[in-house]
């Protein structure tokens, strides 16, 4: 099965869990500004023997659009020390290369679970959701141009939260993100950079008052 197909398939089962699935809910969707700090594990072999997983931290705003179903965006920042991503390109340099990735993201959230604090319920809602994200990516290497670049993404993801306070919620949310920038030097030499991986968050979220 290529990537395409599978791409299909997982874009497929998520139309329907939206739509299957009974929003058992006795809330509408909650706009509130929060804090988010994970992990990015890359899927491919190259970033993830050189990099490996990666700490992130940002911030998250998200704002209703229907009863159920709302926006999701954000921006954060991920830095990690490595070997050089591209040994062709960072010639002679036997130091460790700086890389950080500056994503910016956008999704589109259903709510299948939405409750109250009040109603006494842990969980404070279970969601899914799709979207597209912008990186912006650059390395540098002792003795060596900075390399810079940048590109358009997709992502995938689910997550639920659970109630601590009447406004304030903790989070837990996995995601699937697709980005491979092009990075780019004054000397003309270029390679990409796949971004692929899986992340996992703890978001902590103020809903604004109601």
């Avoid at 270029?190 to 692929?196: M, S």
């Amino acid at each position: 099965m290529d990537s395409q197909c599978r791409r299909f398939i997982i874009l497929f089962g998520f139309v329907c869990i939206a739509f299957i699935f009974p929003c058992v809910s006795s809330a509408r969707f909650q706009e509130g500004v929060g804090l988010y700090a994970g992990f990015h594990s890359p899927v491919e072999s190259s970033t993830d023997s050189i990099y490996g997983s990666v700490p992130m931290f940002g911030l998250q705003y998200k704002l209703a659009v229907s009863t159920h179903t709302g926006l999701a965006a954000s921006i954060g920042v991920l830095q990690k020390q490595g070997d050089p991503y591209n040994d062709n390109t960072f010639i002679g340099t036997d130091s460790s290369s700086s890389m950080t990735f500056v994503p910016v993201e956008i999704s589109y959230i259903i709510n299948l679970i939405s409750n109250l604090p009040e109603t006494a319920r842990r969980i404070h809602s279970l969601y899914i959701g799709l979207g597209v994200n912008h990186i912006w990516t650059r390395e540098r290497a002792p003795g060596s141009p900075l390399a810079q670049g940048s590109t358009f993404g997709s992502q995938l993801l689910a997550g639920t939260t659970f109630s601590i306070s009447k406004n304030f919620v903790l989070g837990l949310e996995f995601k699937y993100m697709r980005n491979r920038p092009l990075m780019k030097l004054d000397s003309g030499r270029n390679y990409r950079v796949r971004l692929d991986g899986a992340q996992a968050q703890t978001t902590f979220v103020w809903h604004f008052g109601r």
